[in-house]
């Protein structure tokens, strides 16, 4: 990057720049008639002075610009009176003011898209930076830090790139104008306005380095408090388990201390700056008023030229306090610029071409990775890799042994090209590794850490993450698409970004051994399955929705599923009493009121359960077949039943669970809205403590909850409810619920309950694990198992990972490798998270993959290494030996003891 803001916006924007400045200078001779023709209105057009009418306007009509005579009526001859001529102008004057006006709205709308455009280009290029940070600079920056550098940071840096060089020259212009204008009325008055500009320009850049060296002081405090805030949000956790949240709230507080007394004195030291700007600025009427109306009295200054210079000089204040505002703006852009690019400037940072670089040779590695005195420095200058020299196979697999901190985990990352050596060198299949581009490393190359990430998204989305390097086939856009896709190359040149297609597919197919996007999916469940994941693949796919519109095969397969399990329920007695089926005509005792009365899922939040009771539309039908009085009741009952059953319950007790419609908090409002009901006169209950007692009915399960509140009456009621909420819902409602049909798929419901068609029956031993071992049965009598563990791949996976288990971020982190089919698997520990079973389980997998490929794995324990064609010994950063496993744990001490260790 440059080293100054101002080399940055030459370097990149010098063809605009050049031309606001040129627009700038243009508008100029415009300006100054701005100010002339007012004075010709009161002195000539007004008053008279120095003119006979009638005039010809050929003659009057040349206006002296700097000397330069500017005729405006051209050859023509034009007689005219006085009124005429006085209209003239006031037209002319009004012209005027829209050329003004648009040169002003032209500058400003081009040096805003300039702007912009330039602030777009600077976070593209730290964003481009932070991805090739050597990894230890993450060691001492934080993402707190980083994140406001890129976005709320620079953010004023778009206005001053704008600014930066047609604002001088615009409001420069503009401000020399003025002061030649008032020049040329009078030297001596104009002289007495601006007679202390000279001192505003010698003092106030003194007070503004006071501010700005402030400013930068307040930014660094800034960042450090981003930093805090971000430290505490990951590690909440142990504050509540320690019991330290009074020590950082206050050493949060200590910090806004500091924050606050630096804002304290950059605001004192800019309110001092704006005092003498204003009071200096206000010297300048006083000089018109008394030197001018001296002047005017005397018969030496004609009256209008007082007024045109007064009006003048109220506008030169508009460009001097802008040019001073530029100048303290400069300044802060300066010192934003200057901390940002030696934050985003590390030592080892690699160049911009080990990114972009698309070689022409693609060809998979083979032959041998070698390594020559590989040496790595930790920032206190400890070698945590001590001059490695070796040479592997890449097909054989490799095992890596050693206690903590004897640098096997850093030496698969230096292997794996994401660290690079203080010395030494790497050199794969004949070529040197340092020479060699992401576009080589990071598709034949792939390292699994620990602490795999994963990313908001789809398990999809992670586990073909890896094989996006370039969009290889382009999207297919319509004529608007079309459009608005030029526009986007168009915007992302101007302003230095990518311009690929993000709708394009960008995934490499051939990598992962498929055709196309159908094939894709199988070899990604393929490598779950390698790993272990699976099973738990196939429960999200149960759990997860499709569109029967685009997938109306895999809908009909589910309907048919439907059909196989009520055939085996109906075959086997004891089967049949696990579920109880959707029926239109009948009261389902296993789901709720609401869900009965609605007799669907509800699309959206209309019909969201929480707020049945306050729903027009549901309160009509209750009151059409005569419920409303008797959910008043029935609601009055349950709530006197929650208060009797929990009041001198703890808040954990499991009653809370079993009756979820009532939660520990709500009950004192509950007990609170009981003493004031008269159960004589619940209708005379004000609006919001009906509703209140009326939500409580559309929550109760009979089979569930067994309060006896829906009887037999209540139930026929509600059927007739129920026939007439769908009979009579409003059009703009038909889409916020989805209706039960046997014969249809319900795309707002899952695939498991699209199966089930009913509720699984309260109070039957294990039901919810033998319905799903039946639905599974079904599943797989249908052959649907891998169809229904394909939706699972849509499963959102949460922010980094977060609906994921850690054993199963790790799982997915291993099975995005094993989707690339790396010519070179490097694992560092990878299995940490997981039980033996599993680890073991994985190892036999990836051995069986990886044999006649190189697999270089850092195990956590020795005796994993048992399986490996042979085995690294790693001790206090040096290769201590190497060998087969039989033979190291016999006779080397080193892995003796590692193994005793165990």
């Not at 934003?336 to 030696?342: A, G, H, I, L, R």
């Not at 994963?454 to 390097?469: M, P, R």
């Not at 690929?500 to 196309?516: L, M, N």
């Not at 982190?813 to 690339?820: D, E, F, G, M, S």
């Amino acid at each position: 990057m440059e080293k100054t803001i101002f080399g940055y916006v030459w370097r990149f924007s010098r063809r605009q720049q050049i031309t606001m400045t040129l627009m700038s200078a243009a508008s100029l001779p415009f300006l100054y008639l701005f100010y002339e023709v007012p004075k010709t209105i009161i002195n000539q057009a007004i008053q008279g002075l120095d003119v006979t009418y009638p005039l010809n306007l050929a003659e009057k009509l040349t206006f002296s610009v700097l000397g330069i005579k500017i005729p405006l009526l051209g050859p023509f001859d034009l007689v005219v009176g006085q009124t005429p001529y006085l209209f003239l102008l006031c037209g002319l004057f009004l012209l005027l003011v829209g050329v003004n006006q648009g040169f002003k709205y032209v500058i400003n709308v081009y040096k805003g898209l300039t702007g912009e455009r330039m602030l777009r280009r600077l976070r593209f290029e730290l964003y481009s930076r932070v991805l090739r940070f050597p990894l230890p600079t993450f060691r001492k920056m934080s993402q707190g830090e980083i994140i406001p550098m890129i976005t709320a940071e620079v953010e004023p840096l778009g206005g001053f790139i704008g600014d930066a060089f047609s604002l001088p020259a615009f409001q420069g212009g503009y401000l020399a104008t003025i002061l030649a204008f008032l020049f040329l009325q009078d030297w001596r008055m104009a002289s007495a306005a601006v007679a202390l500009y000279p001192l505003q320009l010698w003092l106030i850049p003194k007070l503004q380095r006071k501010v700005n060296l402030l400013g930068k002081e307040r930014v660094a405090r800034v960042r450090r408090l981003s930093d805090k805030i971000g430290e505490t949000v990951q590690g909440v956790q142990e504050t509540h388990a320690h019991d330290t949240s009074n020590f950082v709230l206050t050493d949060f507080s200590n910090q806004l201390f500091w924050i606050y007394g630096v804002r304290e004195r950059i605001y004192r030291q800019k309110f001092v700056i704006k005092f003498l700007n204003n009071s200096i600025q206000q010297l300048g009427p006083f000089c018109f008023y008394s030197i001018g109306g001296y002047f005017v009295i005397t018969g030496d200054l004609a009256i209008g030229t007082l007024v045109a210079a007064i009006a003048a000089h109220k506008d030169l204040a508009s460009p001097w306090k802008d040019l001073l505002a530029y100048y303290q703006m400069q300044a802060d852009a300066t010192i934003k610029y200057d901390q940002v690019v030696s934050q985003f400037g590390p030592a080892g940072m690699r160049g911009p071409e080990y990114q972009l670089t698309e070689p022409d040779d693609q060809d998979a590695l083979s032959g041998e990775l070698t390594a020559s005195n590989l040496t790595l420095i930790d920032d206190q200058e400890v070698p945590v890799v001590d001059g490695v020299s070796l040479r592997l196979s890449l097909d054989k697999r490799y095992a890596i042994v050693g206690a903590g901190g004897s640098g096997k985990d850093e030496l698969t990352l230096l292997l794996a090209r994401l660290l690079d050596p203080s010395n030494g060198n790497i050199n794969l299949g004949g070529r040197d590794a340092a020479s060699l581009p992401e576009a080589v490393t990071g598709r034949r190359i792939v390292h699994v850490g620990a602490a795999a990430f994963v990313f908001a998204g789809s398990i999809a989305d992670n586990l073909f993450l890896g094989l996006k390097h370039r969009p290889l086939r382009p999207a297919e856009h319509d004529e608007a698409g079309a459009k608005h896709r030029a526009v986007y190359v168009d915007e992302a040149r101007r302003s230095g970004n990518m311009d690929y297609d993000p709708d394009a597919d960008w995934i490499d197919y051939a990598a992962a051994g498929a055709d196309d996007a159908a094939a894709l999916r199988p070899a990604g469940l393929k490598a779950l399955s390698q790993i272990g994941m699976g099973d738990e693949i196939y429960q999200f796919g149960l759990r997860g929705t499709i569109d029967p519109q685009a997938r109306p095969d895999l809908a009909a397969a589910i309907l048919r599923a439907r059909v196989g399990l009520r055939q085996h329920m109906a075959a086997d007695p004891d089967l049949l009493v696990l579920v109880e089926g959707f029926d239109a005509a009948a009261y389902n005792l296993n789901a709720s009121v609401g869900e009965n009365l609605m007799f669907g899922n509800p699309v959206g939040n209309a019909f969201d359960v929480e707020h049945l009771a306050e729903h027009p539309y549901v309160l009509d039908v209750l009151a059409q077949v005569g419920l409303t009085e008797q959910f008043l009741s029935v609601g009055f009952q349950v709530a006197s039943t929650m208060v009797e059953l929990f009041a001198d319950l703890p808040p954990d007790h499991e009653l809370f669970q079993q009756f979820s419609f009532i939660s520990a908090e709500e009950l004192p409002d509950i007990q609170a809205l009981l003493q004031r009901s008269d159960r004589a006169n619940l209708a005379a209950l004000p609006d919001e403590d009906r509703a209140q007692l009326m939500s409580l009915p559309f929550k109760v399960i009979p089979a569930r909850h067994r309060l006896g509140v829906v009887d037999d009456d209540l139930q026929s009621k509600l059927l007739e409810a129920r026939r007439y909420f769908a009979a009579n819902l409003p059009d703009e409602l038909r889409s916020a619920v989805e209706f039960f049909d046997v014969e249809q798929y319900n795309a707002s419901a899952n695939i498991q309950d699209n199966i089930l068609f009913g509720k699984v029956a309260y109070g039957q031993a294990q039901a919810v694990d033998r319905v799903g071992a039946l639905i599974s049965a079904v599943i797989a009598e249908l052959d649907l198992h891998e169809v229904v563990a394909e939706v699972g791949l849509s499963f959102e996976v949460g922010i980094a990972g977060s609906r994921l288990s850690t054993a199963q971020r790790q799982k997915l982190a291993l099975a995005r490798a094993l989707v690339k089919r790396p010519d070179i698997l490097i694992l560092s520990e990878t299995t940490t998270s997981l039980d033996s079973a599993s680890q073991a389980t994985i190892m036999e997998a990836l051995l069986a993959e990886f044999e006649g490929r190189c697999l270089i794995w850092s195990v956590q324990r020795a005796s994993m290494a048992a399986g490996f064609d042979e085995v690294l010994v790693m001790r206090q950063g040096r290769l201590m030996e190497r060998g087969a496993y039989a033979d190291l744990s016999e006779r080397n001490d080193h892995v003796r003891e590692l193994l005793a260790s165990e």
